[in-house]
């Protein structure tokens, strides 16, 4: 089974958060997700996420918190995902796809009503329900 180290950013906004969509022909196509990518060999998981929110969205992260680490295995993929999330607050620039993704600003309660990637989904859950 593969093994990867991924983080992800929960980007918010004026009560919002950003979701983004998987642009087709990559893996996983389609399925919603917090923006974040792998962790590179040498990297900590802060500057990984610095580094992918700048390579994916075109933006600066200025403040971030670790949030949640998830881990899940999607068997058919045969791999195992150990995810680091980390709530982004303060970020510089406006985020524009360069990858081909769909962005869209949620409020948490409107997420439920995207697919996540499973991985994602308890996190989507979570902040739905959260108060304040």
């Keep these: 089974m593969r093994m990867l180290d991924v983080v992800a950013g929960v980007l918010w906004r004026d009560g919002k958060y950003l979701a983004v969509r998987r642009p087709i022909g990559k893996p996983l196509e389609g399925w919603w997700e917090f923006p ?20 994916e969205l075109d933006v600066e992260t200025l ?3 670790l949030w949640r680490t998830v ?4 068997a058919e993929k045969d791999m195992h995902v150990t995810m680091q999330v980390y709530h982004v607050r303060v970020f510089d620039g406006e ?20 697919d ?6 308890p996190l989507v859950q979570e902040l739905a329900t959260a108060r304040g």
């Design 36 to 55: 974040g990518g792998k962790v590179e060999s040498g990297e900590d998981s802060q500057n990984a996420l610095i580094r992918e929110l700048r390579e």
């Design 116 to 121: 996540f990637l499973p991985a994602d989904l």
């Design 95 to 114: 985020p524009r796809p360069k990858e081909g993704q769909i962005l869209l600003w949620v409020k948490p309660e409107q997420a439920l009503d995207l």
């Design 71 to 74: 881990e899940h295995t999607y």
């Design 63 to 65: 403040a971030s918190e």
